[in-house]
């Protein structure tokens, strides 16, 4: 067995990647280090360190549960310590914890970007640092970080700078200490070729996203194939498909969500974002409306003024009730100006000219908003490619494929 008796010492490991990537190795009989903030269940987010100590002797594995912030060195330490007297080592590092926040230089507080900047580079430069000693006495150390390739294309850049350099600076750590460390450890990078299904995904693209998605074992089978590699597989930027493949499986199927459907390709990866979203569409991702005549009559008669009338007569108490929001759109392109929506006041109301109190503000081409509320355009695909820019509560943004929903057999 491959990992039996193995040492892991994951961070982020109460939920999501991390998990799975401990529970895979647990199946050997490895001894995983749990090294997360979760301590107390959260309200909105499965799992704590102790749930997952559970799951993780409950599969053959053996546990330490830490209370860790990646951002604190005596707590990165102290656990250290006590991996290293629990176990007598440390044999794997997996730098998985992460922060994200997908907005725009201006819309970005710097309580925000220091919080990425901490967490995802910090973090797993101090995590790697108190790490490495233990790692070099190791038969066949592993470093692995659940980061992107480097990839310069602007594109990636302009819509979420800080998340960016963030997530990069934890690719950066790859490339520095796998040269540094090369013939002593190995020091790789893992990233998925599709988004996965984690609370955070469900948080960023709504409770629909996860039929676009894989599940994290794919990450995690993908994660043990590096750790059963030689200390000399080194300097790598994996993308989870391609190693699989390489290992011989050809059905991915088996890690879909919703088997068939198209997925969502993830951030980062070389092609053009823009393509990505014409490519998913052509396959199906983005639901297609049969929308008969009244598409033609839209087309005929301004397809803006015409959703907004539509939109118009969706509206009502119960909707405003469970939003509680007020919408801005600037729109450009052919049919540009401002409108609303208001599902914070009264029975709710649409139409054209600002309102006085955004809580979100949408920019975009007209042609892509008529797209968006028939269904045609994902709200997701249109942030990931650039289509939509977000200002204001990202929560709120989310809640309003509640009424696209509705929406969709007027249009």
């Avoid at 539509?310 to 009502?316: D, H, P, T, Y």
Wanted: net charge neutral.
């Amino acid at each position: 067995i491959k990992l039996a008796g193995c040492t892991l010492f994951v961070t982020g490991a109460s939920r999501g990647i991390g998990k799975a990537i401990a529970l895979k190795a647990a199946r050997d009989g490895a001894n995983v280090v749990i090294a997360a903030k979760t301590a107390e269940a959260h309200p909105k987010l499965p799992g704590t360190i102790y749930t997952t100590a559970v799951e993780i002797e409950a599969v053959g594995g053996k546990a330490l549960p830490c209370i860790v912030d990646v951002r604190d060195e005596n707590q990165v330490g102290d656990a250290v310590k006590q991996a290293v007297k629990t176990f007598g080592g440390i044999d794997i590092l997996v730098n998985n914890a992460s922060a994200i926040n997908l907005t725009g230089t201006q819309e970005t507080p710097m309580k925000k970007v220091d919080l990425m900047m901490a967490i995802n580079l910090r973090g797993t430069y101090l995590t790697s640092k108190l790490c490495i000693p233990h790692l070099l006495k190791s038969k066949n150390p592993h470093i692995l970080n659940i980061s992107p390739p480097l990839n310069l294309n602007p594109t990636w850049f302009k819509n979420h700078t800080a998340y960016t350099i963030a997530k990069y600076g934890m690719s950066m750590c790859v490339l520095g200490m796998a040269e540094e460390f090369r013939g002593s450890i190995a020091v790789n990078a893992l990233w998925p070729k599709t988004a996965i299904h984690t609370a955070a995904m469900d948080m960023l693209g709504g409770s629909d996203i996860g039929k676009q998605c894989r599940k994290v074992e794919i990450m995690a089978d993908a994660a043990y194939s590096i750790f059963s590699k030689p200390s000399n597989y080194t300097g790598n930027f994996l993308i989870d498909e391609d190693i699989l493949r390489k290992e011989g499986i050809s059905d991915f199927d088996v890690y879909a969500i919703a088997p068939g459907h198209p997925l969502l390709p993830d951030f980062f990866l070389d092609e053009e974002p823009e393509n990505i979203v014409t490519k998913t569409q052509d396959q199906g991702a983005a639901p297609v409306v049969q929308s008969g005549e009244n598409s033609a009559e839209i087309a005929n008669n301004g397809p803006v003024a015409e959703t907004f009338e539509i939109i118009q007569g969706v509206l009502n108490p119960e909707l405003v009730k469970t939003t509680q929001g007020v919408y801005r759109f600037n729109l450009t392109g052919e049919n540009a100006g401002s409108w609303y929506i208001d599902l914070k006041n009264d029975a709710g109301s649409a139409g054209s000219g600002d309102p006085p109190k955004p809580d979100v503000v949408m920019t975009m081409d007209s042609a892509d908003f008529v797209k968006m509320f028939k269904g045609d355009l994902k709200p997701t695909i249109a942030f990931m490619s650039g289509k939509l820019k977000i200002k204001g509560d990202m929560a709120l943004a989310i809640k309003l494929e509640k009424m696209m929903s509705m929406m969709k057999s007027k249009l």
